[in-house]
């Protein structure tokens, strides 16, 4: 058997003998260094586990201990905290909608424009009505009136 072996590698000469031994052991380097990066993503995520672990239960033990609960003048201060926003709503609802200075100044500056548009317009009005329209230059006069 050992033969054989011999053989085989005798047949595949030295380069590619060498080849395969690099690929071999390349391949055996990157599998080893991906199962260690799972092992460290796995204790990551342990120790995050376990951090989360602790957090709920020293949250848990402060909801069991009988200290800072939610108390009657606690309540009062929320429902008085309650009343004064639903008044302030109430106040909001009837007052009428104020508008926004930035449209405000927007709308004064579109009349504007929107003025001067006019008066450009105008001005080409009068002026197309100074001068004399001569119907016989019209572009339409070349088509057959038939």
């Not at 460290?40 to 957090?55: M, S, W």
């Not at 009657?72 to 009428?96: A, N, Y």
Request: proline share 5%; hydrophobic share 30%; charged share 35%.
């Amino acid at each position: 058997m050992a033969e054989g072996k011999e053989r085989f590698i005798d047949r595949l000469g030295p380069t590619l003998t060498s080849g395969l031994i690099i690929a071999f052991l390349s391949a055996a380097s990157l599998g080893a260094v991906a199962i260690r990066d799972l092992v460290i993503t796995t204790n990551v995520d342990l120790a995050y586990l376990k951090g989360d672990i602790t957090d709920i239960r020293s949250e848990f033990d402060k909801f069991k201990s009988p200290g800072p609960r939610f108390t009657k003048d606690d309540g009062d201060r929320h429902q008085s905290k309650l009343d004064e926003l639903e008044r302030r709503i109430r106040e909001q609802e009837t007052r009428p909608p104020r508008l926004n200075p930035d449209l405000e100044k927007l709308e004064t500056k579109v009349d504007s424009i929107a003025q001067r548009q006019l008066e450009l317009c105008q001005r080409i009005k009068d002026c197309n009505l100074g001068h004399s329209h001569d119907p016989s230059s019209n572009s339409n006069n070349n088509r057959s009136r038939y």
